[in-house]
């Protein structure tokens, strides 16, 4: 099996969370996401939170308003995110308030943009969103969203150099990397890397086996 093939059998995270991002509410649910994705936290962690946002229906600004700090941080606890509740909870709705006021949609929002640069800059004006959680939103949008163009994050670059995968496919494959690098290289799982023979930590792990 060829390296995008198997990278092709990890799911992005928006696809994971059964996201269509062609949808304008979709859109949102994936900015919310993405803003619990960005935290220093475990990325099962912030799925289960995210699910929870789901689960209440808290996955719109107007929702994330009605439903206020106290009933926010609960949710957020529900799914492990007690670590950032207080500060994360604030973030939301300062982002939600911001967004309505401001813009009245992502839509309208990446509108304004004049270009990916203008557009990177107006989204972390928005409270607690900062670089990573830029990136982590843009990239699943490159070619949904016209100025969606993030420089590819450090992470994906050096694994795909690592995996032998060209640079020109970093952007393709990027949260497909990440994914990688955080689920199994990180943990050094490499008998269970989705890559096969191809994990170049895999010939390592087997000759250290008894």
């Known amino acids: 099996m060829s390296i995008k093939s198997a990278l092709l059998k990890l799911k992005n995270y928006s696809e ?12 949102f649910k994936w900015f919310l996401a993405s803003v619990l994705y960005a935290k220093r936290i475990s990325t099962k962690t912030a799925k289960e939170t995210y ?29 492990g995110y007690t670590r950032y509740d207080f500060s994360t909870a604030a973030n939301l709705l300062g982002i939600a308030k911001t967004l309505k006021e401001k813009y009245g949609s992502l839509k309208n929002l990446h509108a304004q943009s004049k270009n990916p640069s203008e557009l990177e800059k107006r989204l972390m ?40 995968l060209s640079p020109k496919h970093v952007e393709e494959y990027e949260s497909r990397l ?21 994990c170049p930590d895999r010939s390592i792990y087997f000759s250290n086996k008894p």
């Open 16 to 27: 994971e969370l059964n996201l269509d991002l062609t949808k304008p509410k979709d859109i």
């Open 51 to 79: 699910l929870y946002f789901e689960q209440e229906e808290l996955t719109s600004p107007d929702a994330i308003l009605q439903a206020g700090w106290d009933q926010l941080v609960t949710v957020l606890d529900s799914g």
């Open 125 to 164: 004006e928005f409270r607690g969103v900062g670089p990573v959680g830029v990136n982590i939103f843009l990239r699943e949008l490159r070619g949904v969203w016209e100025k969606a163009k993030p420089s590819p994050c450090s992470i994906a670059v050096k694994t795909a150099k690592k995996i032998g």
């Open 178 to 198: 990440v994914r990688l690098y955080l689920e199994y290289c990180k943990k050094h799982k490499s008998s269970q890397c989705p890559l096969g023979n191809n």
